[in-house]
């Protein structure tokens, strides 16, 4: 695993804890995902065709795994396959999985450098 890839995992790791999806009835990723109000936690939601379950901590909702789109909410692709030297430089959103190894994709979901 290269370092570029080490410092976006940690990232997105963090991210993922520390900041909910859901607000007020509806679920957004800023740029990438948005969903509209749906019953409650703990119902399913699709996106990019994936679904995704949800879990109540606390009193707020969350995704339950990691998210895997490849696509930004209008439709355009998210840049991916980059080296580890454009993944270091690039000033634009990118995705990748981990250790570059598709199979990874279930267990980690996508990387984003953002």
């Known amino acids: 695993m290269s370092i570029s890839t080490f410092r976006t995992l ?3 790791a963090f991210a ?15 740029g990438i995902f948005t ?6 936690c703990g119902d399913e939601l699709q ?8 879990v109540q901590i606390g009193d707020q909702c969350w995704f339950q795994e990691n998210l895997r789109s ?9 840049p991916g396959n980059l080296s580890d030297g454009e993944w270091s430089t690039t000033e634009e959103g990118a995705q990748a999985y ?3 190894a598709a ?3 279930t267990y980690y979901g996508r990387l984003y450098n953002w």
């Open 16 to 30: 993922v804890i520390t900041a909910p999806l859901f607000s007020q009835g509806t679920c957004e990723i800023e």
């Open 47 to 54: 996106h990019d065709g994936y679904h995704y379950a949800t």
């Open 103 to 105: 199979g990874n994709l």
């Open 10 to 12: 940690a990232f997105v």
């Open 35 to 40: 969903s509209p109000a749906f019953e409650e």
């Open 98 to 100: 981990y250790d570059n």
């Open 70 to 78: 490849e696509h930004y909410r209008g439709g355009d692709s998210i």
